[in-house]
């Protein structure tokens, strides 16, 4: 069984910093894009980026928006992927999800998100 | 803003059928192919369509979609009450280099 979950979410101040991790089981994680995806409070799905598997270069996308301030990354020895978070505002509170890709874009499993708040 | 379009809300009755759209740009979904994802409220979204029109396995066939140009719609047949959460539309941005997503549509089931 396919199996994702998120860690490391909590409230945060303004300009601080958070680092999520995303631990996966039950697929060959080291073959697949994995991505980041948030949702703020009622809000729509926001793609943040995209780590491509060490097949295809290891490269990584990103969202103009977080481009500056957020580093994903992988550990393809402990099926793990992370996402650093620095210069949070409160704009970036939502809840983050990560994900697994096939077809370079989509999102076919997901796990139960880890909730971020920044707020003073 | 989402880039993508989709109609706040639609509703219809149980065992209707309805459509929810969603319309985009020629960077997007004018050259690129639509998925549309399932929410319930409190859970992690859910693959429904991707390749336009493809049902990944363990999604009932009620479940279709449609792609035109830059316009695409999801079509479900014989809506259940469980059917009801929001729907979100996305795609391929080739100007941004990221998936683009619709502001999602809530489906009421009266």
């Known amino acids: 069984e396919v199996q994702l979950v998120e860690s490391g979410g909590g409230l945060v101040q303004p300009g601080g910093s958070l680092r999520l991790s995303c631990t996966t089981s039950?697929?060959?994680?080291?073959?697949?894009?994995m991505a980041w995806v948030r949702q703020a409070p009622g809000k729509g799905l926001e793609w943040l980026g995209r780590h491509r598997d060490r097949a295809n270069g290891n490269i990584i996308d990103y969202a103009a928006s977080v481009k500056d301030r957020f580093t994903i990354s992988r550990d393809d020895s402990t099926n793990s992927l992370f996402l650093q978070m620095t210069g949070l505002s409160t704009e970036d509170t939502a809840m983050y999800y990560c994900?697994?890709?096939?077809?370079?874009?989509?999102?076919?499993?997901w796990g139960q998100g880890t909730l971020v708040i920044v707020s003073s | 803003q989402s880039v993508l379009t989709q109609p706040p809300s639609v509703s219809t009755a149980p065992g209707q059928k309805v459509t929810i759209s969603c319309s985009g740009g020629s960077s997007n979904m004018g050259r690129n192919f639509v998925s549309w994802y399932q929410q319930f409220p409190g859970k992690a979204p859910k693959l429904l369509i991707f390749d336009n029109d493809k049902r990944p396995s363990g999604i009932p066939a009620r479940f279709s979609g449609s792609k035109s140009d830059a316009s695409a719609t999801l079509h479900i047949t014989e809506v259940e009450t469980g059917d009801e959460g929001d729907y979100f539309c996305?795609?391929?941005?080739?100007?941004?280099?990221?998936?683009?997503f619709g502001g999602g549509t809530k489906l009421t089931v009266l």
């Open positions: 996305g795609a391929w941005d080739s100007s941004l280099g990221l998936v683009v």
């Open positions: 039950g697929f060959t994680f080291r073959a697949h894009y």
């Open positions: 994900a697994r890709v096939f077809r370079s874009q989509y999102c076919d499993y």
